[in-house]
């Protein structure tokens, strides 16, 4: 195939201008001459230079003679091989055309990869060994399938059943590291206990605390045990972890913040350890231990996801009416969790289950709340002092409203002689403030009397007539 001819541009671009005879300009100043190198020594004539009479060389075996396979095709050097313009170092050099490559007849370049690895394409394969390459593959598979079928069939059925077989256990070697979970139950489960209370013949299940072992003083809520008080022929019973029971009494009970106290007569009880709200934070791991759907002793376990949250707690045939500062967590809570533990990584007391948040099925969506331990231990302590407890008390109705920009609490009733009446508060005012504490629905406004003590004189603003102000009121017992 002849060489391919350049294109005009190409010519233009890279040939030699006409009135240049030579490769280079004329004006160039000529080169210095060039060393003559000195003769090489005898010793690399003999070994490298080609061959001369009565002289050899590497390329000569030894003796001088030639092999018996040398032939014509096989010397360092021939006889023309003086005339070989390779070999001759004086020979011009010039640039040829590039290679063409023809690949019906010829594969073409040798491809390789960045490493310099050839890389062997599809095509460079032979269909003499592609065709064993398949060959070998199918006898392979074949084999091996006789092999596994004849093995199936001819190997013999162990026998079905093996009398006095022992299976081996090993021991893992479980580490619970104090402050885990397993670590918190064992040791707060014997202060939880099971109550079941039966009127007539209808029964409920719920759950309560330990909190005074010496003398037998449990706390639950209200809504527990309610349904028992002053009904004759109920019962209350507290079953505890061991499996025993005991008969229980209602030492007193607050339908204001759905808590109570029942006491068994069974000494050596074990008591919770009380810890404080104030040492309660956001994102604190807590276990929660009761007995949801009857299942007594059950452990579940999340964290404090909120706190001071303002719940309203309904009573469902109780007598329960209250709204509670609570303590919420995602420590699955469920129907019998009441009344249960809700207890902090140092198996502390934090709180009383009492609420769950739920869509209409009754069950944990992961949200539920608990009734903080510093109002436990306020309001047991007065239950157990006097069977009763008291509140600070405003003397409103409300309800939540807003403006669109500000919320607050409506007052729709004052209650004649109130706290509140005397201060002058009236209807269709807008509680905003109770000392400084914003007041954004008439939950938080509860939470926020409830805060204080009977006596108490706190600062409330207002909203009346689309103008603020203040007033100040000396909260009355409830």
């Known amino acids: 195939m002849p060489a391919p001819q350049p294109t005009p541009a190409q010519a233009g671009a890279f040939g030699r201008p006409e009135r240049e005879a030579g490769g280079f300009a004329g004006s160039r100043p000529p080169a210095p001459p060039r060393p003559v190198p000195p003769p090489p020594p005898e010793a690399l004539l003999r070994a490298f230079g080609p061959p001369a009479p009565g002289r050899g060389g590497l390329q000569d075996p030894p003796g001088g003679r030639p092999g018996a396979r040398r032939t014509a095709s096989g010397p360092w050097w021939k006889a023309d091989a003086r005339s070989d313009p390779w070999r001759d170092p004086a020979s011009p050099a010039a640039l040829g055309a590039p290679a063409v490559y023809v690949e019906d007849s010829q594969p073409g370049p040798v491809v390789v990869d960045a490493q310099g690895r050839r890389k062997v394409r599809l095509r460079d394969v032979s269909v003499r060994l592609a065709t064993l390459a398949v060959l070998a593959l199918l006898v392979v598979g074949l084999v091996g399938g006789g092999v596994g079928w004849y093995l199936t069939r001819t190997a013999d059925e162990t026998p079905l059943f093996t009398p006095g077989t022992t299976l081996s256990q090993v021991d893992p070697g479980i580490t619970r590291e104090p402050g885990s979970v397993s670590d918190i139950a064992d040791a707060v489960i014997p202060a939880v206990v099971s109550i079941e209370v039966r009127v007539g013949q209808a029964g409920a299940t719920g759950s309560g605390v330990v909190i005074d072992g010496e003398n037998g003083y449990i706390v639950t809520n209200n809504h527990v045990i309610s349904g028992a008080d002053d009904v004759e022929g109920a019962e209350i019973r507290a079953v505890f972890s061991d499996g ?235």
């Open 244 to 478: 025993s029971g005991s008969a229980a009494r209602i030492v007193g009970r607050d339908p204001a913040s759905d808590l109570a106290v029942i006491k068994v007569e069974k000494p050596g009880l074990v008591t919770a350890s009380l810890g404080r709200s104030g040492d309660v934070v956001v994102g604190d791991p807590v276990v929660a231990i009761g007995s949801p759907l009857g299942l007594a002793g059950t452990v579940t376990s999340g964290i404090v996801s909120a706190l001071d949250r303002p719940v309203r707690l309904s009573g469902e045939g109780t007598d329960t009416n209250a709204v509670i500062s609570a303590v919420q967590t995602d420590a699955p809570i469920n129907p019998g969790n009441s009344g249960g533990a809700l207890v902090d990584a140092s198996g502390a007391l934090v709180g009383i289950n009492t609420a769950i948040a739920s869509t209409g099925t009754g069950g944990s969506i992961g949200l539920g709340f608990a009734i903080p331990i510093d109002t436990v231990t306020r309001i047991a302590d007065q239950l157990i002092s006097t069977g009763s407890a008291v509140h600070a008390t405003l003397g409103v109705n409300a309800r939540s409203v807003t403006d669109g920009t500000r919320d607050g609490a409506l007052v729709l009733n004052v209650e004649p002689a109130s706290a509140a009446a005397q201060a002058g508060v009236r209807e269709e005012d807008i509680i905003i403030a109770v000392d400084d504490t914003p007041v954004g629905s008439s939950e938080e406004l509860a939470v926020a009397v409830d805060a204080r003590e009977p006596g108490d004189q706190v600062t409330l603003e207002l909203v009346r007539g689309g103008s603020s102000r203040t007033v100040e009121v000396t909260l009355g017992t409830a």
